[in-house]
């Protein structure tokens, strides 16, 4: 497919693309309010938090694109192309898109909800920094970089495991508590109907991405505008627009918490699935480049903390001031990775 859409890209006019653009932006809108009213539906229907709705099925659907294509990355050998991609994901999700998504409105939280799979976002972060630490060469980390080898690999997918019953358990419990609502709610065909649509505005949404990122680029090049400027802007958003406009999306409709889930389970997945299947089908494991120790690891434990605080402090709402310093982190760690 990918190849087809490349080649009708490249040999359309400038006045085709922009009318490609126009549609696939229209799509990409019709897909995520979709997606969204349809994750809230069910979340209704099930009795289950919405934020656990976006922890686990929207960001699941979000980054399962991204996923499968490191993973294929790393079969082929490339496997350093899954960990840059999983940590500048981490980074973006957090930065960028929680930071956005709080200054077009506070963000609602549920905090039981929140520190549960927040506090697994952060160790998960913290765990791929730890198994990447040459621990039995220390001085030669900021020259040689570490290793991510096949058994942490193995680790991590045990720990996605884990991750995805536990969650699976929580969605239970809080199924029970709600048990009242959900008796008066529609029948499991009404269910399945919605969780349908849900996934159908998943497809939608990464099939319009697919389309308008390299439309874009196309069109960005026949205008003359520096490969650097599309490497460093157009490649770097497209990676995570899924998840950028589904949660903007979401926080226009005032689902706060369907935002974070979104986030914080695309974070959990971008490192125990995304790096751990990597690492452990690769050959010999993920090389880690000195890049990732003097700023990329450093950035990320960084906007993971910044996030952490701010919903322990905030009480019911992530506010626009913590927001504006989420945004501010990734624009600082972007400037500072160009430098």
């Known amino acids: 497919m990918e190849s087809l859409v490349s080649n009708i890209i490249t040999n359309a006019s ?15 809108s019709k897909g995520a309010d ?27 659907g ?97 720990l996605l495991g884990v991750y995805i019953y536990t969650s699976i358990k929580w969605t239970k419990n809080s199924k029970d508590e709600n048990l009242s609502t959900e008796e008066s709610n529609g029948e ?26 390299p439309t874009v680029q196309e069109t960005a090049i026949r205008l003359n505008v520096p490969n650097s400027v599309i490497a460093a802007t157009l490649v770097a958003f497209g990676t995570s627009l899924p998840e950028l406009v589904t949660s903007v999306t979401a926080s226009i409709k005032g ?29 010999e494991g993920i090389h880690v480049t000195p890049d990732f120790f003097k700023l990329y690891f450093p950035a990320m434990i960084f906007v993971l903390t910044v996030f952490r605080l701010s919903t322990i402090f905030s009480k019911d709402k992530l506010k626009r001031s913590s927001g504006f310093i989420l945004l501010l982190t990734y624009i600082v760690i972007s400037v500072l990775s160009y430098l």
């Open 14 to 28: 400038l006045p085709v693309l922009f009318m490609i653009i126009a549609v696939t932006l229209y799509t990409l």
């Open 34 to 60: 979709l997606l969204v009213d349809e994750a809230v539906a069910l979340s209704e229907e099930l009795g289950i938090p919405k934020m656990i709705i976006g922890a686990t099925i929207v960001s699941l």
């Open 62 to 158: 979000t980054t399962l694109p991204e996923a499968s294509v490191s993973v294929m990355a790393s079969i082929a050998g490339n496997s350093s192309l899954a960990l840059g991609n999983a940590v500048g994901s981490v980074i973006c999700d957090t930065g960028l898109i929680l930071g956005i998504a709080a200054l077009i409105s506070p963000l609602k939280i549920q905090k039981d909800v929140v520190n549960r799979h927040g506090w697994i976002q952060f160790f998960a972060g913290l765990l791929l920094v730890l198994v990447s630490i040459p621990f039995t060469s220390l001085r030669y980390i900021f020259t040689r970089g570490g290793h991510i080898s096949n058994l942490s690999g193995v680790l991590f997918i045990i």
């Open 188 to 213: 499991t065909g009404n269910k399945f109907i919605t969780l349908m649509k849900l996934v159908l505005g998943v497809v939608i949404i990464i099939i319009s991405s697919k389309i308008l990122i």
């Open 255 to 283: 689902h706060g918490e369907l935002a974070i889930g979104n986030v914080i389970g695309a974070d959990i997945l971008n490192v125990l699935f995304v790096v751990g299947s990597a690492a452990a089908f690769s050959k």
